[in-house]
């Protein structure tokens, strides 16, 4: 049974998410889990107290060089960042001036690259972006991520950035988790059974169909990629699915458009970073840049498969820095491209989360980049060096006259076939002193000798002049065999020497066929088998692969006329007696394949002497069919002028309508001339004041909506009078409750009847008018609702009075609350009196005691003269008390008791003591750390003394009894 390893990140809000994770995961599920958090490193975690009450699985904090094992849970110490290599884990202090530590992202990518499929990343809970970078490497590696579901976090800064990169697996609440993750690791992987399918060609069709899907849901073709990426990568969706074999996930793929386009954006998984490679950056900055050709006045530079645009901006910034160290003014074009849309959406923006700039200097992150909420966005000045857009280097044309191409890490996914044709194209993409810089683990291949090695370790290379590219054609691309897993497949040994299988194939057919041509399905030539030269007849012009170019008029008819047959009927035909060469007649004969959805024509030419058994076929007179093609060709021809006919005068009738109103619009055109120049001057002028006004009239448009939307729907009645006292506005409640209607706007505020119940109204108005001073009162209506009127000036933006404004607010529910509470205080403060119970409330912050007046009184203190210093208190419990009671406060506060309940003796003001039982609990936390108790303290002095008599008596009356 295999081991994976977990590793969980976790911050704010995370205690609760890994509480809930770690009680619903079995103790036997032979995994290592590993929990990074954001720790204080001044306070001592007690993760590992708290995670012990949920799991009985043995948890340590890590220690460096510490060996994993199986059903183990191991907890990142304060100050550390933790990684993992070989199973063991090392640790390293976190670097003090960096601007920004991500102890997730590093750890996870360590994970990656140590335990590769056998990773599982998770984030729970937590504010800012850390393990965002992380779960990208798990990804790549063809592990499985998880993220908390939003709905569940306390903090959902971590998740939500998570989700953000469209790759997470699962979205979980935690305790939802621990399932998924044992249904994933038992569900069976098929990589190796896969492996060993596609090698014996019994898998080819699937996985064929399977690429089919994908180009036709998202309009790119995966058939360039190896087998061994696109199976790394369906692997895993065949295990979260649950599928047993390829074609019962070709099966679901078919029919689940989201399982569609959660594959394709696996598929297009680019794992990069800002100056990923430090040392790769510096050869850049110092072997390449200073060398390009700044005298030309533009530099131009390529960077194929970008992805989300790190690193592009990476070479923006050295590019930057080496043209504002030397003082050279130089036009920069940089052209980023990639087929990922979504990728290029998001460079095109230069947004970016914390987690993303950690491997950026301080001083880079300063320079080039505006702080945003949670993130950095790339300055202007960077982002317009950049030109984003959408390109597949496997079919679309490349850039031209570059001064450097970048293309790392892309050819570790492509076929070795489609690498040499894109290298091919790369060398005339290129300035004579252009450079070429390829992926660590990549290689020119057979272009040793058009590239000199600048770097043999970061892999850059300079343009050899004079080197002469064989370009491969599209047509023998699409012949290519699927299958690469196998180099045997491709080319083996014989007599010392390597053959490829090609060879041989065409060597072969040579024999056994007659001269033939093997056509595809857009007419161009892709194979030739045997001596055709008798046959073709290359014509003048541009050279072209297509027959038509490269055989006689007569001859290209025959053949056209073949291959439209075998469209139809799919069947083996014969044109006999076509042409004649060398006194003797030729036979034609083609025959249609189909290899991978795509058909191809073989074209055999046979002279008749050397015909021989014939099979079955069928035999077409040839005088015949030229007349019924030349048939067809008229009939399409005089449909053709026709329409052709009908368009022309169509467009004549529509040119003299044009004619026309072009006429009447020059004539318009010369009165309006002499106008707009007369405007013009005008325009001019009220522009300025137009740009003014137009800022204004956004705001006010945005109060007037904001006021309308509070007069209409606010539940606060309000009413607007004017200097004179006239009403300016009113809301729908102060209708309901005064005798004022909608009708009465513009109207004197004296000519009405107000409230009944508020018969001072007018007065209290005019009096605020003279006064300028807030009048506020409480009345009741009629039908017994208590309201709170307030009369305020109206100021303007200038501070001048400007009218009134009433407000009426019901507090009705508020008066019955206030009144319930009064009782239920008397009543409760009544009940505590009569018990001898206070309450009290102790802020461990402050060291503050707050507590009702009983708790001074029961000892005889004012509550003036009673200490509110939790330390001054503390001094009154009895001096044998003290040290016990103290140490009970300590165990609780701690977390090694479970409450604070303790009886201890008390000094009174006379000197006296008395019995107190206190009680209480924690009710606030901070860091992890009890801030604020509450409880009670009982005077239990009588209790006591009742039963210490009750035990002298019983004392008494065991001795009177014997």
Known sequence: ?????????????????????????????????????????????????????????????????????????????????????????????????????????????????????????????????????????????????????????????????????????????????????????????????????????????????????????????????????????????????????????????????????????????????????????????????????????????????????????????????????????????????????????????????????????????????????????????????????????????????????????????????????????????????????????????????????????????????????????????????????????????????????????????????????IIDENENIVQIIGDVGKFMKPQTGRFSNNFNANMSREMALFINNCIRRLRIDQQEITLKNVHQIDRSYIDIRGIAVEVHHQEFFIISFLEQAKSGVKNEMIEINMTEEVKLRVKELENELQLAREGLQATVEELETSNEELQSSNEELIASNEELQSTNEELQSVNEELFTVNSEYQSKIEELTSMTNDLSNLLKNTEVGALYLDSKLCIRKITPVMSQVTNIMESDLGRPISHLTLMKSYPEMMSDIESVMDNLQMIEREITDQNGYFWLVRIRPYRTEYNSIDGIILTIVDISNLKETLMMNANLNKKLHASLESSKIAWWEYNLKTGIVNYSDLKATMLGYKVEEFPNDVYEICKLIHPEDYEPTMKHMRDYLEGRTLEWNVFYRIRCKDGSYKSYHDRGTIVAYEDNKPTRLIGTVIDVTEMEDFLRSQNEQMGKDKINVK
């Not at 252009?434 to 290689?443: A, H, K, P, R």
Request: glycine share 6%; proline share 4%; hydrophobic share 35%.
């Open 1 to 517: 049974m295999e081991t994976y390893y977990i590793g969980i990140g976790a911050s704010a809000g995370g205690l609760e998410a890994l509480e809930a994770f770690f009680k619903e995961l079995p103790e036997n599920t032979n995994n290592v889990y590993i929990v990074i958090q954001h720790l204080s490193p001044d306070y001592k975690s007690m993760m590992d107290e708290l995670l012990a009450r949920h799991t009985n699985m043995p948890i340590q904090v890590a220690e460096d060089g510490m060996e994993t094992k199986a059903n183990h849970v191991y907890l990142i110490p304060p100050s550390m960042n933790l990684s993992i290599y070989h199973s063991k884990l090392y640790l390293e202090p976190q670097l003090k001036h960096h601007h920004l530590n991500m102890p997730i992202d590093v750890f996870f990518k360590s994970l990656a690259l140590d335990q590769g499929k056998n990773a599982i990343g998770i984030i729970l809970s937590g504010t800012g972006s850390d393990g965002t970078k992380g779960i990208r490497s798990i990804k790549e590696a063809g592990g499985m991520v998880m993220v908390q579901s939003l709905s569940s976090c306390k903090f959902d800064g971590m998740p939500k950035s998570g989700i953000a990169t469209n790759i997470v697996d699962y979205i979980l609440p935690p305790e939802k988790m621990p399932q998924e993750i044992i249904n994933f690791i038992d569900s069976p992987s098929i990589h190796k059974q896969l492996s060993e399918k596609l090698q014996a060609n019994e898998a080819i069709d699937d996985l064929t169909k399977l690429t089919l899907i994908l180009r036709s849901y998202s309009g790119v073709d995966f058939s360039s990629y190896k087998e061994n990426t696109i199976i790394r990568r369906i692997d895993r969706r065949i295990k979260i699915n649950r599928c047993f074999d390829l074609k019962s996930y070709v099966k679901l793929l078919g029919e689940s458009d989201q399982e569609k386009e959660i594959l394709y954006k696996e598929m297009l998984i680019g794992v990069t970073s800002f100056f990923r490679d430090n040392d790769g950056f510096e050869i850049l900055s110092k072997k390449v840049i200073p060398n390009f050709d700044y005298s030309k006045g533009s530099i131009r530079i390529w960077s194929a498969g970008c992805s989300t645009g790190e690193e592009v901006y990476s070479i923006a910034i050295a590019l930057s820095e080496y043209l504002e160290k030397n003082s050279i003014l130089c036009d920069v074009k940089i052209f980023a491209t990639d087929i990922d849309v979504r990728a290029l959406e998001f460079a095109g923006i230069g947004y970016y989360p914390d987690s993303l700039m950690s491997d950026v200097q301080p001083e880079y992150v300063s320079k080039y980049f505006n702080r945003k909420a949670d993130g950095y966005q790339i300055n202007e000045n960077i982002r317009k060096m950049v030109v984003f857009a959408k390109h597949n280097i496997l079919k679309d044309p490349p850039f031209s006259k570059l001064d450097l191409l970048v293309c790392r890490n892309l050819f570790i996914y492509l076929k070795n076939y489609e690498q040499q044709n894109i290298l091919n194209s790369f060398y005339y993409s290129l300035f004579p002193n252009g450079y070429l810089w390829l992926g660590s683990s990549e290689s020119i291949g057979e272009m040793q000798k058009g590239f000199d090695v600048v770097d043999t370790k970061w892999k850059f290379f300079k343009y050899n002049a004079g080197f002469n590219p064989q370009m491969i054609r599209p047509g023998l691309r699409k012949v290519e065999l699927y299958n690469t897993l196998d180099r045997n497949h491709e080319e083996y040994k014989t007599n010392g020497k390597l053959t490829r299988f090609e060879s041989v194939l065409s060597s072969a057919l040579a024999k056994v066929l007659p001269p033939s041509i």
